[in-house]
């Protein structure tokens, strides 16, 4: 028979990473993302990337590539290449920039105006699918307290 020993810390601190913000935050990404996967198809046509980037572009257009990526979370590569595909799709307008002959900016046609209010209503239904099991008063808790993490976790000085 062998002696039971008792956990180290190290142990303990492994054993506790499914406790982590970070660590649960990835995990309710990846089930919540899973069924998007599948949503977005089905309800837009758009995969769930472009789909975002629609709904980023409707947002907050008009936008230039750089600040697509910079507000959908992706590298200025992923933003070109979801800019390109909205605009062979007929969704979004690239316009050369006034200011910036290189430069572009991007907003909906009005074929992508439509489809930007399908897919809005579908991410408040995949919101309220989400934090449905949550009180209105814990939705507002939580959403404050993103609100917080993100900003304490922003490097200074950098907007939204």
Do not use: W
């Amino acid at each position: 028979m062998t002696p039971r020993t008792t956990p180290t810390a190290s142990a303990k601190a492994i054993n506790a990473l499914d406790r982590t913000l970070t660590y649960r935050l990835h995990l309710l990404h990846k089930l919540t993302d899973a069924d998007s996967q599948g949503a977005y198809p089905e309800h837009t046509g758009l995969s769930l990337s472009d789909g975002r980037c629609l709904a980023t572009i409707g947002n907050f257009e008009p936008l230039s590539v750089k600040d697509l990526a910079a507000q959908a979370n992706l590298n200025k590569g992923q933003a070109s290449r979801a800019a390109q595909a909205l605009a062979d799709q007929g969704l979004v307008r690239k316009e050369d920039r006034p200011d910036d002959g290189r430069g572009v900016v991007l907003s909906l046609t009005p074929a992508g105006r439509k489809l930007f209010k399908r897919t809005m209503q579908l991410i408040a239904q995949r919101n309220d699918d989400i934090f449905g099991c949550l009180s209105p008063k814990e939705q507002g808790t939580l959403s404050g307290l993103f609100d917080r993490l993100i900003a304490h976790a922003r490097p200074s000085g950098q907007a939204n």
